[in-house]
Nanobody
Framework: QVQLVESGGGLVQAGGSLRLSCAAS????????MAWFRQASGKERGLVAT???????YYASSVKGQFTISSDNAENMVHLQMNSLKPEDTGVYYC?????????????????WGQGTQVTVSS
């Protein structure tokens, strides 16, 4: 079973950038579908981006062209580069993993979760 630990969150002004990282241990993340979800206060957890074992990726329409998900198989990490941040990007960002090799958008399908990292974008 893989374990996930996120890092890189923080407070940033609107228009700024952050890079989130998810370190995987226990199993190599190259064999998993990896994803980033976010949850704003009082809202449901929703997909931000996901990348499959073969490198195919998928983005929520709200972040397409703004965020980039990438896998570093040598370091067993997944990153989320977030540019042109807006206040509505504020939330807790979670890294998740699934071992079926599919690009899955529902959080209910992911079997492993990190503890989350807070991202706050001020206006």
């Amino acid at each position: 079973q893989v374990q996930l630990v996120e890092s890189g969150g923080g407070l940033v002004q609107a228009g700024g950038s952050l890079r989130l990282s998810c370190a995987a241990s226990g199993r190599t993340c190259s064999s998993y579908t990896m994803a980033w979800f976010r949850q704003a206060s009082g809202k449901e957890r929703g997909l931000v981006a996901t990348v499959g074992p073969g490198g195919a990726d998928y983005y929520a329409s709200s972040v397409k062209g703004q965020f980039t998900i990438s896998s570093d198989n040598a370091e067993n990490m997944v990153h989320l580069q977030m540019n042109s941040l807006k206040p509505e990007d504020t939330g807790v960002y979670y890294c998740a993993a699934d071992n079926r090799g599919l690009l899955i958008t529902s959080p209910r399908s992911y079997i492993v979760w990190g503890q989350g990292t807070q991202v706050t974008v001020s206006s």
